[in-house]
T-cell receptor
C-alpha cells in the first residue's frame, strides 16, 4: 500500500525549463513533507521541506507548493540546469510510536538536456 | 566528517548464502535505519533503531535481521539470501524524534545481487 503517490516516473526537460513533480497523500496524520535528491551511485540527500501550515516554500531555484485541502504537494525547479539531473523523491512524515516515521514516494528520474 | 559509511559497496551472493552489511555513523545520531531501494518502489524501510541496543521492524522486515550493539553502528544481516533480496540497500541516521526540519543522512548504498 503506497501512502505517497508520486508522478511522473520520469521527466525530460530542456535547460532553463521548469520541471514539476507531483505528490499526493491520503493520511492526514502526515505533518512534514521533505523532498530528497539522489544522484547516481549516491544516497538520497535532503533538498527542501515544508510544513502544512504554509502553502509555498522557496530555497534558491527549488520551490515546494502545498495544497492541504487537496492533500497534494509539488516540487518546481526554476531555470533547470543539467546538474539538476537526478532522481527526486517526495516524502511524508508523521509521528508513529514515539518516532518520526518517513514514507517515500516512488521517485522521479529527471533529465535536464543541455 | 564522514557522515554515514556503508560497507561493502557491492556484493554478489549465491542463493542461501549469508552476509552482513555494516553501517557506521559519526554524527552521534540516536536513530538509524535500513532501507531497500527497488525500481518504481521508492525506498522501503526494513528495520530501524531508536537507540543503542534497540531495534524494530519496518515495512519489509522478512528475511532480514539487525543489531545495534554500539550507538554508531547498525548491522543488517541476511541469513539465507534469496533472489528477491537483490536490491540497493541504504543506511540512514537522524537525530531524535519529534522535531521538524531535520533530515535523514544517508550512506552511499550497497548494491547486492543474489543469483
Amino acid at each position: 500500500q503506497q501512502q505517497v503517490k508520486q508522478s511522473p516516473q520520469s521527466l525530460i526537460v530542456q535547460k532553463g525549463g521548469i520541471p514539476i513533480i507531483n505528490c499526493a497523500y491520503e493520511n492526514t496524520a502526515f505533518d512534514y513533507f521533505p523532498w530528497y535528491q539522489q544522484f547516481p551511485g549516491k544516497g538520497p540527500a535532503l533538498l527542501i521541506a515544508i510544513r502544512p501550515d504554509v502553502s509555498e516554500k522557496k530555497e534558491g531555484r527549488f520551490t515546494i507548493s502545498f495544497n492541504k485541502s487537496a492533500k497534494q504537494f509539488s516540487l518546481h525547479i526554476m531555470d533547470s540546469q543539467p546538474g539538476d539531473s537526478a532522481t527526486y523523491f517526495c516524502a511524508a512524515s508523521r509521528m508513529d510510536t514515539g518516532r518520526r516515521a518517513l514514507t517515500f514516494g516512488s521517485g522521479t528520474r529527471l533529465q535536464v538536456q543541455p | 566528517n564522514a557522515g554515514v559509511t556503508q560497507t561493502p559497496k557491492f556484493r554478489v551472493l549465491k542463493t542461501g548464502q549469508s552476509m552482513t552489511l555494516l553501517c557506521a555513523q559519526d554524527m552521534n545520531h540516536e536513530y538509524m535505519y535500513w532501507y531497500r531501494q527497488d525500481p518504481g518502489m521508492g525506498l522501503r524501510l526494513i528495520h530501524y533503531s531508536v537507540g543503542e541496543g534497540t531495534t524494530a521492524k519496518g515495512e519489509v522486515p522478512d528475511g532480514y535481521n539487525v543489531s545495534r550493539l554500539k550507538k554508531q553502528n547498525f548491522l543488517l544481516g541476511l541469513e539465507s539470501a534469496a533472489p528477491s533480496q537483490t536490491s540497493v540497500y541504504f543506511c540512514a541516521s537522524s537525530e531524535g524524534p519529534g522535531q521538524f526540519d531535520y533530515g535523514y543522512t544517508f550512506g552511499s548504498g550497497t548494491r547486492l545481487t543474489v543469483v
